[in-house]
């Protein structure tokens, strides 16, 4: 059985796609960010809680801040690329639990009450929609330098507050000149699939 979505699109999504390390100039707009949110909530969280929170580096000063957190090899990069996500999980996301699963609206506080409880569940379906968002750039025709190298608390401290824990920051923008490094080896089917 073959696969339904296109070849070309496969190949856009997930068979070509790389993590760039090098970009153009030329801006990501705030219309391509909010499409690519628009395809990417759709994807699935446990109660749809949807916890994921992105905080848009655009200004220099803002820029300049976050630099310095990032682990010396990915600082350049961050510096020159045209947008710059950084991806995170709200620990308070059973507040709009109500709002969000109406089928259940009393689930906020059967099961989230305890912020350590929060937190596994936060992160957990924080870090699927990250990889959602990521397909989501790959999906506008741009693309996206994940990075997890970098001070999360001094990236907490400098943008977010005590009630969002850091997943990672975002590179997103056209490709520039060697902007990928050679395919690293996959595992095959065989390797990670067993049958019980």
């Not at 801040?65 to 709200?90: F, M, Q, W, Y």
């Not at 569940?121 to 996206?144: D, E, T």
């Not at 401290?157 to 850091?166: G, V």
Request: cysteine-free; glycine content about 6%; charged content about 25%.
């Amino acid at each position: 059985m073959s696969l339904v979505l296109d070849p070309a699109a496969q190949d856009l999504l997930f068979r070509e796609a790389r993590t760039a390390n090098a970009f153009t100039d030329e801006p990501v707009t705030d219309e391509q960010v909010q499409a690519i949110y628009d395809l990417v909530k759709y994807g699935p969280t446990a109660f749809n809680q949807t916890p994921l929170r992105i905080t848009l580096v655009r200004s220099p000063e803002a820029r300049e801040r976050l630099v310095p957190h990032l682990a010396e090899g990915n600082r350049a990069k961050t510096a020159s690329a045209p947008l710059v996500a950084i991806l995170s999980a709200d620990n308070e996301f059973h507040e709009e639990l109500p709002h969000l699963f109406p089928a259940a609206p009393q689930i906020k506080d059967v099961f989230f009450t305890e912020r350590p409880v929060r937190e596994n569940a936060a992160g957990l379906n924080a870090a699927l929609q990250a990889a959602y968002f990521i397909v989501g750039v790959r999906a506008a025709g741009l693309a996206a330098g994940p990075m997890t190298g970098f001070d999360f608390e001094g990236v907490r401290k400098e943008f977010l507050d005590d009630d969002h824990t850091p997943l990672m920051v975002v590179n997103i923008g056209r490709p520039g000149p060697d902007a990928w490094h050679p395919r690293s080896p996959r595992l095959e089917f065989d390797q990670v699939v067993t049958t019980v």
